[in-house]
């Protein structure tokens, strides 16, 4: 068969075009395969950190406690923007996050007890204090205190006598309505031969706080007869007090910026992404340990 000149070109150009689509598809296909691995390592990533979650209770949600320690005011307000962080870090995860008082939030969500039971401990910040006049750099600790959400089945093993409670009650500030402020909705329970406490005012009525405080303090309780291997609460007579010992990480704000985790030596100079809530270079590296 003989071509025209112009059915030649005609020929031509349209073989280039569809060289041209097929480069351009092979490139897309390329991409396409690359993201799907990249997403397939993400999962499998995740996947391999909850297997390691072998714990009875890390599937479970987690409540997570502050208490400032030696430090004075910013103390009190390194307390705080640790538990802003830890509410960052469980939205950033898609967990729900609730306020039970004002150094205690509850956070819903699978493995989140899981991922964040190693944030117990003691946590130091090193910055130039914005309660100094003379903004003179000062070193503040916290403690922090993760425990899993236990289900009721498991709350009701605990049976604390009522001689052993001390309850006090003080005004909420929480979403109370016209009660806030007027009525005594707010509820504190201390577990005397312990000295372990919770309190809770999140809460609209004085018995729903009631029974939230118990239900921490019983948790409480519940962990400290597992850390101890009592097999009774009588078991644990003697009085536990805070002790402010090694710090588990370290914040410096000034005169360099730098997070430091003392147990892994996991470090990043990004400490202000830290505090606003990434947290996954610590977490995943103390989940690491489990291997």
Do not use: C
């Not at 395969?33 to 909850?50: S, V």
């Not at 997570?64 to 538990?83: F, Q």
């Not at 819903?108 to 006049?133: C, M, N, Q, W």
């Not at 009525?205 to 921490?216: D, F, I, V, Y």
């Amino acid at each position: 068969m003989e071509f025209e000149i112009s059915d030649f070109d005609l020929w031509k150009e349209n073989k280039s075009l569809a060289e041209e689509k097929n480069k351009e598809a092979g490139l897309i296909k390329n991409l396409l395969a690359e993201f799907d691995a990249a997403d397939t390592l993400e999962k499998l990533r995740k996947l391999e950190i909850k297997t390691l979650m072998s714990g009875a209770y890390d599937h479970l949600s987690a409540v997570i406690s502050l208490y400032p320690g030696v430090g004075g005011e910013d103390a009190e307000d390194w307390s705080r923007m640790l538990l802003e962080m830890y509410e960052l870090y469980a939205l950033g995860r898609g967990w729900k996050v609730k306020s039970i008082d004002a150094n205690t939030i509850e956070i819903k969500g699978e493995y989140a007890y899981g991922f964040l039971r190693k944030e117990t401990g003691v946590h130091r910040l090193v910055r130039i204090s914005p309660f100094d006049s003379k903004k003179l750099r000062h070193t503040s600790f916290a403690l922090v205190e993760v425990l899993p959400d236990l289900p009721s089945v498991e709350l009701s093993k605990i049976k604390i006598p009522p001689e052993d409670i001390k309850i006090e009650f003080s005004r909420s500030g929480g979403p109370g309505g016209q009660n806030v402020n007027k009525v005594e909705t707010a509820v504190r329970v201390v577990h005397l031969p312990t000295n372990l406490s919770a309190a809770s005012s999140s809460e609209r009525s004085q018995s729903q706080n009631r029974e939230k405080a118990m239900a921490l303090l019983a948790a409480k309780i519940f962990k400290l007869m597992e850390e101890k291997q009592a097999k009774e609460i009588k078991d644990l007579r003697t009085k536990v007090k805070p002790e402010w010992g090694n710090q588990i990480r370290s914040y410096v704000l000034h005169p360099y910026k730098l997070v430091k985790d003392h147990r892994t030596e996991t470090e990043t100079s990004k400490a202000d992404a830290v505090l606003a809530g990434d947290l996954d270079l610590f977490i995943e590296s103390e989940v690491e340990k489990l291997k």
